[in-house]
C-alpha cells in the first residue's frame, strides 16, 4: 500500500521514528486531552501515514487539534515525540494547502508575520489582527475581559523590535 | 620458509556471495605468493566442503589452511577439526570473515570484494607465521556447583544427582522452591504449582548426592574450567539447623509481627518464620531486623519454648568452600517495580495490585485463603488486567516478557472462578501464546467470558466513590473509552536478579544489554556461556516459564554432564609464554593479569604463566618493558599480527621477515 | 547551595517582558530572586523563541530564534539562562538539544552564529526558575526569607504542560513535585490534583473555544473538589487561559468568585513581605491573601 502521495510529506526524523517504531498501542490516543474532538485518533494518524494515506491525514481534524502539550510523548513505549509528529504534519499540511481548519493557519500566519517583522510577538496586537482576519465580532465578546486585564494593568499593545531583523533570517 | 597454503572461499548460500564476487576473490587468493591451490564452494562447513578441504591437505601436503567464511566463532573449531583429522595441526590455519565484516556490512560488490581481498591476503601472510600448538589437558573435580534453588536448579540438580555427580545447591532465602512455589495454579493446564513442585523439593532434600545450602550466597570464585575453588556464606538463621524439627512452636509464641514478602506483603508473618508451610529444608529462621531480642535486647521467647533448644542467637555467618568441576547459574528473575509508572498509581490506590500479588491472593495457603478480596474488603465485580506493564516499553524494558500474556489470562480464569458475577478485562496489545497448549489456553479463557480489548491503558485515576477509572483506546474500534473497575491487576515485567550484574562479574561472564545473562549462542548454545564451566539456565538468562525453564535446567545439568564426563578438559593454547633465559623478574606482568595467571616463580626468578589460568587476553605480553622475546603470545606474536597488518595497510603480499625482527 | 554571587543571564520572552501579558510573572520572579540576593541579567535585544507555532510555518527558522538568544547569552559569558514562560523553555531547550544532537540543525545553525559551534556551548543550560529556586536556592534559604506564613492555605500548584514535558529534566513528566516544595516551605498545604500538568488547551483557545473550555472546566473542577483556596501557576498563557476561562465558563463551573489564580512567584513574595506593586497583584487578592497569613517577622 505504497502512496503516491509521499511527497506531500517531509521527511522529518519525528515522522520516520512514528512510521518505523509505532506498537500501535494506543496510549496516545488516551492521554490526548483533546481526543473527544478529533475525527481520528493520534494513533489512527500514525497508521494513516504508515499505510500511506498521507493524503487522509493531513485532511484529518486531529492535527489542529494538537496543543502540543506532549503527555503523549513521555508516554509512548516506543519514545515516539508525538507532539512533533503533529506539528511536522501540520507543516506538511500548510505547505501544501491542505486545512480543515480555517482558523489555525490563519493564526500561524498572523504570528509569523509578526515574528518576521519585529522580531518580537505582542499577545494582544497578535489576537486583534487575527480577530480582523477571521471573525470579527468575536473582538466585542473580548471587549469585557479586556477591560478587566486592562484594569490589572495587564494590557500593552506596545511592541518592541529587535535592532536587526536580518539576524533571524536564514 | 617453504609454505603449501590452500585458501578456501564460502558463499555461506548467498549471504556471502550476493554481495562479494567470490570468483574474483578466488582467482586472486590463488595468485598470492604461498597459496598453491584456492577453492571456492556453497556451503564450506557442509561434509563435502569439509572432504575437500581435507582431501587438499593430503594431496597438495598443504602445511597452511585458510578458510574466508563467516565468524571463527561460528565455525573456527569446525575448520580447525578438519586440518587435524588430515593430520595437519589445527594452528596452522586462520579463519577470515567475510559475511560479519564484509558482506552483511557492504552493499557494494566493487567495495566488498576488495575489502575481502584485503582480510584474505592478510591471513595469508599471517598463517606463513604459524607454528603448531598443542592443547593443554586439565583434570575435572567430579562436582557441580547450582546457585539459586528455584524450579530450574531443582531440576538440574536432580538430573545431576540421578547420575551420580555431587551437587551443592546454594539458594539465597530459606527455602528452595523460587518464584513457583508463590504461584497457585500454572499455565496452560493449571495443575497446581505446589502440587507438582513440592515433590520435587522434597526428592532434593533426601537425595545423598544434594547438599542444599540454604540461607546462603556465593561470596568468591577462583579457579578455572573442571576446578573452581568456590567460598560460599551461609548466613546465621540463629537456630541450629540440625536441632530444629521444624515444629513451628516457636512461631506461634513469637510477639513480633513483620509484612510477609512471600506473600507480597498482603499479611503478616512472625519475626522467627518458615516462608511457607512446604518450605525446605522445613528450618525456622529468626529475622534479625525484627526479632525483639536483636532490636531491643528483650523477649527470647522461642528459645523458652523450643522443646529442642535449637535456638542459638550466638550463631555467627559461617563460611563454607567448596571445589567443584562445573557451575550452574539459576538464579531467576525479579518482578518490575510498577510504582515507577507513576499514571497507573500502583502503591497510591489500594486496589492496583500486581500480578504476583494476585497470585497470592488467590492461592489456597495466601493471605485470603483464596478468596478474591481487596485490600478494602469488597469483592471485585469489575476486573481490569493490564498487560506489559514495564514490559515492550522504551521506557523500562524493550523485550517482552514473555509469561505476562498468559500469567494475565491465568488469573483472569481464577478471578472468574473465584468471583463468579466478576466481570473480567484484558487490555494487550498484543496476545503472545506461543507455547504448546497456549493458544487453545487463550481460547477457553475466552469462552469463559473474560473481554480482550486491543489498547493499553493510557492512566488510571480514582473517582469520588473510590472506583478506578480506567482510560484507554480501543485500538480495534478507534474509540477512546473508559472502565470503572474495582481492581485493576498489573502484568508487571520480568526482569534481572538486582544482583546479577554482581553475580555476573563473580563467575566472570557477560550479561546481555538488558542485564540478564549471556549465553555463548542464542540458538546453538542456549545454557553455555563463553566461560566455559560456567551454564546458565532459566530466567536468568531471559524471561521464561516453567516449561522453558525446566527444559533449560536439564540442558544445563547435560552441559556439565557432558564436561565432567570428559574426565579431562582441553584448554586453548593460545596463550602468554615467558622467555625464562631473558625475564629480568621485574613483575609487571604480574600486575596487569586480570585473570591472575602470571605468578613469580621464586625459584628461577622470573615470572611464569600458570597455563589453564590464561585467558589469552594479551595484557601482560603489551606491558612486559623488555619486549616480545620475553614475554609472547601464542597464536600472537609480533611477527603474525605484523604481517596481517603491512598486508592491508601496504597492500605488500609478500614475506615480512625481513622487516620484522623481534627485538 | 551556595549560591550568593551566583550570576544567570535572562531570558524574558515576549510574555513576560514589559509589554507581555505576563509582565507580573516577569516582575514577581525578578523581585523574589532579588530578595535572595540572586541578580540576573537581562540578554540584550533578545528576540521572540517561536514557541510551537513559528516551527508549523518554518522549522529551520525556529531554530534560528532560538539559536540568536542562545549566541547572545554565551556572549555575555553568562551561560546558564534563566526563563519563566514554559513555551520559551520548551523551544529554547529544543534548540539547545538539537543544536547538540542534531548535525544538520547544527550545519545551518553555525553558519550564521559560530559560537554555537564552538566548546563554550557545550557550557550552555536553560533554567526554569522553579528549577532554580528548589534545586540552586532551596529550602533553607526561601524558608530563612519568610515573613509572613501562610499557615495551612490550601494552594493548589498548576503546572500546565510545558515546564515539564518533554525536554525538561529538573522533575517528574507528569507528576511533579517542586512547587509542591515551595509552597510548603512558605507554609502552605499543597493541594493535589492529577490534573496538574494537563494542558490548558494554549493556543487553541483562540481557534477551538469550546473544546479548550471544556479542558479546562475539568481542571477547575478537580481543584474545587480538593478544596483549593488559592490557584498559583507558573505560565503566562495558561494564567490567561483559567481567567478567561473562569469568566466564559460562569455558572458552568462553581468557582468562587474571590477564588484568587495568581502566579507562585507572587505567592512567594507575598510571603517574603514584598510590596504588591512590585509583585504585580491586585490589591483586593493581595489583602485577601495576607488576611490568611501569619506575620513572623516585620515587613
Ligand atoms: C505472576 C506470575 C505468574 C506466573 N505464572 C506462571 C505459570 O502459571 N506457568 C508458568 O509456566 N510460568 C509462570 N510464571 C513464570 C515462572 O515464575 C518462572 O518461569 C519460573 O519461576 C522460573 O524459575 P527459575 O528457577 O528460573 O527462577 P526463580 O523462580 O526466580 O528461582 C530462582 C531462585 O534463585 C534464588 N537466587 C536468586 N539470586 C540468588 C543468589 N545470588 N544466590 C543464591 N540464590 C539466588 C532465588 O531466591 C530463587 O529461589 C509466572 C511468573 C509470574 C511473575
Ligand atoms: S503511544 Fe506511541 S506506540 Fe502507542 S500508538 Fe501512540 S505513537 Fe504508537
Redesign the interface.
Given at each position: 500500500m505504497v502512496s503516491q502521495n509521499n511527497h506531500l510529506i517531509e521527511d522529518s526524523y519525528a515522522i520516520r521514528a512514528a512510521i518505523e517504531k509505532c506498537i500501535q498501542c494506543g496510549t496516545c490516543s488516551a492521554s490526548c486531552p483533546l481526543n473527544n474532538y478529533m475525527d481520528y485518533t493520534p494513533r489512527q494518524v500514525v497508521l494513516m501515514v504508515r499505510e500511506g494515506f498521507i493524503h487522509e491525514a493531513l485532511k484529518t481534524k486531529t492535527i489542529w487539534l494538537c496543543s502540543t502539550c506532549y503527555l503523549c510523548a513521555v508516554r509512548c513505549p516506543a519514545k515516539i515525540n508525538i507532539g512533533e509528529f503533529m506539528t511536522a504534519l501540520k507543516r506538511s499540511a500548510l505547505k501544501n494547502g491542505y486545512s480543515n481548519n480555517q482558523l489555525y493557519p490563519k493564526l500561524m500566519e498572523t504570528y509569523a508575520e509578526y515574528i518576521n517583522k519585529y522580531g518580537r510577538i505582542s499577545e494582544p496586537r497578535l489576537m486583534i489582527k487575527f480577530s480582523l482576519k477571521t471573525s470579527p465580532f468575536k473582538l466585542l465578546k473580548m471587549i469585557p475581559f479586556s477591560m478587566k486585564l486592562l484594569r490589572e494593568g495587564t494590557l500593552s499593545f506596545s511592541l518592541e523590535k529587535i535592532q536587526n531583523i536580518e539576524e533571524i533570517k536564514i | 620458509m617453504d609454505r603449501k597454503i590452500g585458501v578456501y572461499i564460502c558463499h555461506c548460500g548467498l549471504n556471502i556471495a550476493s554481495t562479494v564476487n567470490v570468483q574474483k576473490l578466488t582467482e586472486f587468493a590463488q595468485g598470492l605468493e604461498g597459496v598453491v591451490i584456492a577453492r571456492d564452494y556453497p556451503y564450506m562447513c557442509s561434509d563435502p566442503g569439509q572432504e575437500l578441504i581435507k582431501k587438499d591437505i593430503k594431496e597438495y601436503g598443504l602445511t597452511n589452511v585458510v578458510v574466508a567464511s563467516c565468524s571463527p566463532t561460528m565455525h573456527g573449531p569446525t575448520f580447525q577439526k578438519v586440518c587435524e583429522e588430515a593430520g595437519l595441526n589445527p594452528y596452522m590455519f586462520q579463519m577470515v570473515n567475510i559475511r560479519e565484516h564484509v558482506s552483511w556490512v557492504t552493499d557494494d560488490v566493487e567495495k566488498a570484494t576488495e575489502k575481502a581481498k584485503l582480510l584474505v591476503a592478510a591471513a595469508v601472510n599471517r598463517v606463513k607465521f604459524h607454528e603448531p600448538l598443542e592443547k593443554i589437558h586439565v583434570p575435572l573435580t567430579q562436582s557441580v556447583l547450582i546457585v539459586g534453588g528455584g524450579i530450574t536448579g531443582i531440576e538440574a540438580a536432580l538430573k545431576l544427582a540421578n547420575s551420580g555427580k555431587k551437587v551443592y545447591l546454594v539458594e539465597r532465602e530459606p527455602s528452595i522452591g523460587g518464584r513457583m512455589a508463590q504461584l497457585e495454579k500454572t499455565f496452560p493446564t493449571l495443575d497446581c504449582a505446589s502440587c507438582i513442585l513440592t515433590p520435587k523439593m522434597v526428592d532434593v532434600a533426601s537425595n545423598p548426592n544434594i547438599t542444599i545450602l540454604a540461607y546462603s550466597e556465593i561470596k568468591e570464585v577462583s579457579g578455572y574450567i573442571g576446578n573452581y575453588k568456590v567460598k560460599v556464606v551461609k548466613k546465621p538463621r540463629y537456630v541450629d539447623e540440625n536441632k530444629c524439627i521444624g515444629c513451628g512452636l516457636c512461631a506461634t509464641k513469637c510477639p513480633s509481627k513483620v509484612l510477609d514478602e512471600f506473600n507480597m506483603g498482603l499479611s503478616y508473618r512472625k519475626a522467627i518464620y518458615i516462608p511457607f508451610p512446604q518450605a525446605v529444608p522445613r528450618k525456622y529462621t529468626i529475622d534479625r531486623e525484627r526479632c525483639l531480642y536483636f532490636t531491643k535486647n528483650i523477649c527470647r521467647v522461642c528459645e523458652r519454648f523450643c522443646p529442642t533448644k535449637a535456638i542459638n542467637f550466638e550463631q555467627k555467618p559461617e563460611e563454607i568452600a567448596l571445589e567443584v568441576g562445573a557451575v550452574i547459574l539459576a538464579t531467576g528473575y525479579d518482578v518490575f517495580d510498577p510504582s515507577v509508572i507513576?499514571?497507573y498509581g500502583y502503591g497510591r490506590y489500594k486496589n492496583v495490585y500486581t500480578g504476583l500479588e494476585v497470585e497470592r491472593l488467590t492461592s489456597a495457603s495466601g493471605p485470603t485463603n483464596g478468596r478474591i478480596i481487596l485490600r478494602d474488603g469488597r469483592t471485585p465485580s469489575t476486573v481490569v488486567i493490564i498487560h506489559?506493564v514495564g514490559s515492550?516499553?522504551?521506557?523500562y524494558h524493550v523485550y517482552c516478557s514473555r509469561v505476562c500474556c498468559m500469567y494475565a489470562m491465568k488469573l483472569a480464569h481464577l478471578i472468574k472462578e473465584r468471583a463468579p458475577n466478576s466481570t473480567v478485562y484484558e487490555l494487550y496489545?498484543d496476545i503472545r501464546a506461543h507455547g504448546k497448549g497456549y493458544e487453545e489456553f487463550y481460547r477457553r479463557v475466552q469462552e469463559e467470558g473474560v473481554i480482550f480489548i486491543r489498547?493499553?491503558?493510557?492512566?488510571i485515576?480514582e473517582s469520588?466513590n473510590g472506583k478506578l477509572i480506567v482510560?484507554?483506546?480501543?485500538?480495534l474500534l478507534?474509540?477512546?473509552q473508559q472502565i470503572e473497575a474495582d481492581m485493576v491487576v498489573l502484568a508487571t515485567a520480568l526482569e534481572p536478579r538486582k544482583d546479577a550484574r554482581e553475580l555476573a562479574r563473580i563467575f566472570n561472564i557477560p550479561v546481555d544489554k538488558n542485564g540478564f545473562f549471556l549465553e555463548r549462542h542464542p540458538k546453538l548454545a542456549p545454557v553455555s556461556t563463553v566461560n566455559r564451566g560456567v551454564f546458565v539456565a532459566g530466567a536468568c538468562q531471559g524471561p521464561k516459564d516453567i516449561p522453558d525453564s525446566v527444559a533449560q535446567g536439564a540442558a544445563a545439568a547435560a552441559e556439565a554432564l557432558a564436561l565432567l564426563s570428559q574426565g579431562v578438559v582441553e584448554a586453548e593454547p593460545v596463550i602468554a609464554e615467558v622467555n625464562k633465559d631473558l625475564c629480568s623478574g621485574c613483575r609487571i606482568c604480574i600486575s596487569v593479569c586480570p585473570y591472575n595467571a602470571t605468578v613469580f616463580d621464586r625459584e628461577s626468578k622470573t615470572a611464569s604463566v600458570q597455563e589453564v589460568l590464561c585467558q589469552g587476553c594479551g595484557t601482560c605480553v603489551a606491558s612486559c618493558p623488555s619486549g616480545a622475546r620475553t614475554l609472547r603470545q601464542r597464536g600472537f606474536t609480533d611477527k603474525q599480527i605484523i604481517a596481517e597488518i603491512e598486508a592491508i595497510l601496504l597492500k605488500r603480499f609478500v614475506p615480512v621477515e625481513v622487516l620484522i625482527t623481534e627485538t | 547551595m551556595d549560591t550568593s554571587g551566583k550570576a544567570l543571564s535572562y531570558y524574558p520572552g515576549c510574555s513576560c517582558s514589559r509589554n507581555g501579558i505576563g509582565r507580573h510573572y516577569g516582575f514577581s520572579s525578578l523581585a523574589v530572586l532579588r530578595a535572595l540576593g540572586i541578580t540576573v541579567s537581562e540578554i540584550e535585544d533578545w528576540n521572540c523563541c517561536g514557541s510551537n507555532l513559528y516551527r508549523v510555518v518554518d522549522e529551520k527558522g525556529s531554530y534560528l530564534l532560538g539559536a540568536r538568544n542562545l549566541a547572545k547569552a554565551l556572549e555575555m559569558n553568562l551561560p546558564e539562562i534563566l526563563i519563566l514562560c514554559p513555551a520559551c523553555f520548551l523551544s529554547m531547550n529544543r534548540t539547545l538539544t538539537e543544536i547538540l544532537a542534531n548535525t544538520k540543525v547544527r550545519n545551518e545553525i553555525t553558519k550564521k552564529y559560530s559560537i554555537l559551534g564552538s566548546p563554550a556551548s557545550s557550557r550552555l543550560r536553560i533554567r526554569h526558575v522553579i528549577d532554580f529556586l528548589v534545586n540552586d536556592i532551596g529550602e533553607e534559604a526561601i524558608k530563612n526569607r519568610v515573613k509572613r506564613r501562610l499557615e495551612g492555605l490550601k494552594i493548589a500548584a498548576y503546572y500546565g504542560c510545558q515546564i515539564t514535558r518533554p525536554y525538561s529534566y529538573f522533575d517528574d513528566p507528569e507528576f511533579p513535585t517542586s512547587l509542591e516544595k515551595i509552597i510548603s516551605w512558605i507554609g502552605g498545604q499543597p493541594v493535589e490534583s492529577p490534573l496538574k500538568t494537563k494542558c490548558c488547551g494554549g493556543m487553541l483557545m483562540l481557534t477551538n473555544e469550546e473544546e479548550v473550555l471544556t479542558v479546562i472546566e475539568k481542571i477547575f473542577n478537580s481543584y474545587v473538589r480538593e478544596g483549593a483556596e488559592c490557584i498559583v501557576t507558573a505560565c503566562p498563557l495558561c494564567h490567561l487561559n483559567l481567567e478567561m476561562a473562569r469568566t466564559r465558563l460562569g455558572k458552568r463551573i462553581s468557582v468562587d468568585k474571590r477564588l484568587p489564580i495568581i502566579y507562585f512567584t507572587q505567592l512567594v513574595g507575598l510571603s517574603f513581605g514584598i510590596g504588591i506593586d512590585e509583585l504585580g497583584i491586585s490589591k483586593n487578592i493581595a489583602e485577601h491573601l495576607i488576611e490568611k497569613m501569619v506575620l513572623t517577622a516585620t515587613v
Open positions: - | 507513576k499514571r506489559c515492550r516499553d522504551e521506557n496489545i489498547g493499553k491503558a493510557a492512566e485515576t469520588d482510560t484507554f483506546e480501543d485500538t478507534g474509540k477512546v | -
